[in-house]
């Protein structure tokens, strides 16, 4: 059980840094608050779960290791971050999100974990360097998946939480507008940095 201080540490530190999940959950907790974004919070645990899974049985090296796949998830996740971006830049000209804007859904926030290249990095590496070495090999993905996902949700629903507590303070346009200006900074920074 020796591995499972690293492990968790690993899983903390990679969980709870910025990058896309965090970003949008912020946007999400900010539009539509806390208890709307769970949904959203549990997608992205489980599709998490699943994509270590795959990597932890080697699958995530095969694919990293074929460079069209490789650029394949590289523009999936860029795109979709500049699609962010772009849809963020209008939050600072109203206090409300859209009648018809919804929060992102289970299984969307699960099948965007495949789309996502820090995803897919936490995955490959946690599973180069933190796969438990027990038999079965299943018990030992099981137990991989389990401490990485007992970690992540609290993680994740931190900024969900800051989104959503940020949410009374950004009643004044000027706050809200440079609010929104620094989300998209950081929304197209996380963009650009899938491809350094």
């Not at 201080?5 to 690993?10: F, G, H, N, R, V």
């Amino acid at each position: 059980m020796e591995f499972l201080w690293p492990l968790a540490t690993y899983a903390f530190v990679s969980s709870i840094t910025p990058g896309p999940n965090n970003i949008m959950l912020t946007s999400s907790g900010i539009w539509f608050g806390f208890i709307r974004s769970i949904p959203h919070m549990l997608g992205i645990t489980c599709g998490f779960a699943v994509l270590l899974a795959i990597c932890a049985a080697g699958i995530g090296s095969l694919v990293m290791a074929v460079p069209a796949a490789h650029v394949v998830l590289k523009v999936g996740g860029s795109g979709y971050l500049l699609y962010l971006a772009w849809q963020l830049r209008s939050m600072g000209a109203v206090s409300e999100a859209p009648v018809a804007a919804k929060p992102m859904s289970f299984t969307a926030a699960a099948m965007f974990q495949f789309a996502n290249p820090k995803a897919w990095m936490m995955a490959i590496t946690g599973a180069a360097a933190f796969l438990p070495s027990m038999r079965p090999t299943w018990l030992a993905i099981a137990v991989y998946c389990l401490v990485f996902s007992v970690v992540n949700l609290p993680c994740v629903s931190v900024w969900a939480g800051a989104g959503s507590l940020l949410r009374r303070f950004l009643t004044q346009a000027l706050w809200r507008k440079l609010f929104s200006a620094v989300m998209v900074l950081l929304t197209i920074y996380a963009a650009l940095s899938i491809w350094l």
